[in-house]
């Protein structure tokens, strides 16, 4: 019964989530036996029952402007290049929770001088967050991260809640739906969406619930349209129709047009790093650039930063894994980029998913706890783009929850 719910949502379940549910079902399944539940919750009329069991797993945890770093990209980057193409935006948030994260896009939006034909659809599995969410309406609590002029310009206060501006609420559409369901949703008037944005939602779903719904998602975007995922959630090697945006503080994905001219071949080879002892006098290529178009020109234009060699080419590591290298070479990579920077705990804890990829689960648990102690030991280093050291701790905690470790 499990293994259904966990297949209906994507969701990777944890030890402590499988108790919970198996107490949820067994409050729930009365007389009936255990096939006999199963068929009513595959049935039409177990719908609402199923999505009940659904909650009991679910975690909404949002924020309003959560990410700041990855949102100052977004807002910085990514929005004026796409309003430079089309003053009015379709955006998705996929798995919105509460709705603090449609707040913020539609807060974006208008403040980077989008149309206000410019929409923002918002869904989610759960009926009951869903609920909560169109009412863009905030606990003074959720309001901690906004800043204070563009609290006072959108949001009104209501019995002691902050309620957004119905202006922009009228923005936001909502549809109930669930990312392993098809078909997906399709923005108003139809085409693709400039911008989907699914942060912190495919980082509890199983290896393949996350390919698949990352294909659908990119599906769902016009050519050139961007991809937002949360920052501990790097795609490793999965789609051929993305191209990496890696700006100095956060890395986002373009859905390729086609019309891209030929990437000039690279100055250098691919750093071909023997798994475990890769030469540290093995020459790091400079960072292979296609040729931009003018919208993908704005998009990846590179801001200067100053970063270690191991730093530098665990950058490109994403990069290349982004656009569909295969996954040894994404692996040698990260392993040579911790030699270079042995105390780069995003790169473990990337190592750590891509053994979780290919099954290897003690492998990945052991990369995960390496992560973990590194830095609760205070020893990592702080990569810009990547999660800061608290996130990318929960981000540990939440993969070896996923293995069945505490
Ligand atoms: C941690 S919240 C993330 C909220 C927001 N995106 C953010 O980053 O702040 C994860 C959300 O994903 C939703 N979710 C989980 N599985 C889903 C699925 N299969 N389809 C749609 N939404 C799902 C959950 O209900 C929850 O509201």
């Known amino acids: 019964m499990c293994r259904y719910v966990s297949e209906r949502t994507g969701s990777s379940l944890s030890r402590q989530q499988v108790a919970r549910l198996d ?14 539940y199963l068929e009513h919750l595959k049935s039409v009329r177990g719908a609402a029952e199923l999505a009940e069991l659904m909650s009991v797993i679910s975690v ?21 290049a796409l309003l430079n193409e089309s003053p009015t935006l379709k955006v998705w948030s996929a798995g919105c929770a509460t709705g603090e994260e449609v707040a913020t ?4 939006l208008q403040e980077a001088g989008a149309s206000p034909a410019s929409t923002v659809l918002g869904t989610d599995i759960a009926a009951g967050a869903l609920n909560t969410a169109q009412q863009l309406t905030f606990a003074p609590e959720a309001m901690k991260r906004v800043p204070a002029a563009i609290r006072q310009r959108h949001f009104r206060e209501e019995a002691g809640r902050f309620a957004l501006n119905r202006e922009l609420a009228g923005r936001a559409s909502w549809v109930r739906h669930n990312l392993m369901d ?30 698949r719904v990352v294909l659908a998602l990119v599906e769902r975007l016009r050519p050139g349209g961007v991809l937002v995922l949360g920052a501990a959630e790097p795609l490793l090697g999965k789609s051929e129709q993305l191209e990496a945006l890696r700006y100095a503080n956060a890395f986002f994905y373009r859905r390729r047009t086609g019309h891209e001219p030929p990437a000039p071949a690279p100055s250098a080879p691919r750093p071909s790093a023997p798994a ?27 801001e200067p930063d100053p970063r270690t060699e191991g730093e530098r080419l665990f950058e490109l590591v994403l990069e290349w894994s982004a656009a569909g290298q295969p996954d040894d070479q994404t692996e040698a990579g990260l392993r040579k980029a911790l030699y270079l920077t ?52 929960r981000a540990c905690q939440q993969a070896l929850l996923r293995l069945g470790y505490r």
């Open 23 to 36: 107490e949820a079902i067994a409050q729930r399944q009365g007389a009936l036996s255990a096939v006999a």
């Open 276 to 302: 475990w002892r890769p030469s540290p006098s093995a020459p790091i290529p400079p960072p292979p650039r296609s040729a931009p178009t003018a919208a993908a020109a704005e998009l990846s234009a590179v």
């Open 342 to 393: 042995p105390d780069l705990a995003p790169a473990r804890y990337l190592l750590g998913m891509l053994a979780e990829q290919r099954g290897a689960n003690a492998d990945a648990s052991s990369e995960y706890r390496r992560a973990l102690a590194m830095l609760k030991d205070g020893k990592a280093r702080q990569t810009p783009f990547f999660l800061n050291s608290e996130r990318l701790k």
């Open 182 to 211: 098809h078909p997906y949703p399709l923005p108003p008037r139809g085409g693709g969406f400039d911008l989907i944005v699914c942060r912190n939602v495919l980082i509890y779903f199983t290896e393949l619930a996350w390919e």
């Open 105 to 108: 896009l539609l807060i974006l």
């Open 60 to 80: 909404h945890k949002t924020d309003l402007f959560r990410d700041e770093v990855q949102l100052e990209a977004v807002r910085t980057k990514v929005l004026p």
